[in-house]
């Protein structure tokens, strides 16, 4: 079930980097390499490594405060992960 919830709301944060005008190149292609990483972890079932948990919280405290539609999203991706111990 947290998976499931995990990918929707990676389609969300997808959406919503694709709507949001004012997010420069830098922080878009950021954010959605960090996507491309949850989902690939998610493939691979493979905790290893650096907390995803850990980079989604990072990228809040980067991108929240200028873009703030993402930071519940994100938020709640973080959340999932560390449930889930990714």
Do not use: C, W, Y
């Amino acid at each position: 079930m947290a998976r499931e919830k995990l990918q929707s709301l990676l389609k969300e944060l997808e959406a919503e980097l694709e709507n949001l005008p004012t997010l420069d190149d830098n922080a878009r292609q950021e954010l959605a390499a960090l996507g491309d990483t949850i989902t690939s972890r998610l493939d691979a079932t493979d905790a290893a490594g650096e907390s995803l948990s850990d980079r989604v919280a990072e990228a809040v405290n980067n991108f929240g405060g200028e873009h703030p539609t993402m930071t519940p999203i994100l938020n709640r991706i973080a959340s999932i992960l560390s449930s889930l111990g990714i």
